[in-house]
């Protein structure tokens, strides 16, 4: 536990040093407005529907299949 101490200790003093650092290596830049939120919402629910879908069929598949009486037996 004294060790995990000493290492929080020694990040805490270095902080302050953090503006040192190039702009690009302490907060990278996010593209702004690089999809149209309504273009980006309907993708992802396009998405979410047929993995929902698929998910239903493949569901259905398995039910079917592991129901059969097995021929060994």
Do not use: T
């Amino acid at each position: 536990m004294g060790h995990e101490q000493n290492q929080g200790a020694a990040l805490l003093q270095m902080l302050p040093l953090l503006w040192l650092l190039p702009h690009s290596w302490a907060v990278p830049e996010v593209p702004r407005n690089a999809l149209p939120s309504d273009l980006l919402e309907n993708v992802l629910c396009g998405v979410a529907f047929g993995l929902g879908v698929l998910g239903i069929i493949v569901g259905i598949v398995l039910i079917i299949y592991f129901r059969k009486p097995c021929s060994g037996d």
